[in-house]
């Protein structure tokens, strides 16, 4: 013969045992009065009822670095030296178009002499082809257009010539210094529009499912305690 099955079931508290433990629990609240000091001290705050996402934000070690669209690396286009530096240190703030460094050349101080003497053979029979090419030697050396005027107004070869910025920026690095020899692969300076930056944030792999197109992130510097 088959037993016949158990059932087991929990029975109902008995009203008047649940009467008297909402009773203790009514007996034991007490109401408290408390200033705004005593709010501060406790850490209270009160804030309005809001739908809002309760997930933790992913936290991450970031980097700032500069926008490299918006990097220059100022060379030489001739060998040389350095005879005089116009900018003093790395951080320094520069215009565009303003002197950074003036430099002696050989090879540029004999270009401005060809160009010189075709301008006067010019006069005596025409050679508009031999001077446009000096003229555009001078370019190719680094000259700047007014640089080239000047010389074809002054009649004079200049023993220096002027390296200007070619942004505005903040100077990041500084490769050379008075009296340095330099050539065309030599980086004078480097020159950084900090206007914009990149950030480069290591975010760990278990809270990358977080971060999406378009999802705001904040900064945090803790060294200068800004945000």
Not at 130 to 147: C, D, I, K, N, T
């Amino acid at each position: 013969h088959r037993a016949a099955p158990v059932v087991a079931a929990s029975a109902p508290a008995p009203t008047s045992t649940v009467a008297r433990a909402e009773a203790g629990l009514a007996a034991a609240r007490t109401a408290i009065e408390l200033d705004s000091r005593q709010f501060d001290r406790l850490g209270i705050r009160f804030e309005v009822a809001r739908m809002e996402s309760v997930g933790a934000p992913a936290r991450a070690v970031a980097t700032v670095a500069a926008d490299e669209r918006r990097l220059s690396h100022v060379h030489a286009r001739v060998a040389g030296w350095v005879e005089r530096l116009y900018v003093a240190s790395t951080g320094e703030v520069v215009k565009s178009g303003q002197p950074l460094a003036a430099l002696f050349s050989q090879e540029l101080l004999a270009s401005q002499n060809e160009f010189l003497t075709a301008r006067r053979l010019q006069r005596e029979m025409p050679s508009s082809v031999v001077l446009e090419s000096a003229r555009a030697r001078l370019a190719v050396l680094g000259m700047s257009p007014g640089e080239i005027a000047a010389l074809e107004r002054d009649g004079q070869a200049r023993r220096l010539v002027t390296i200007f910025a070619p942004r505005s920026g903040i100077v990041l690095r500084r490769g050379v210094t008075a009296g340095t020899a330099v050539d065309p692969s030599t980086e004078l300076l480097t020159i950084a529009d900090l206007s914009r930056v990149w950030v480069f944030a290591e975010v760990p792999e278990i809270d990358a499912s977080q971060v999406r197109v378009g999802t705001p992130a904040m900064l945090e510097f803790p060294g200068s305690g800004r945000a």
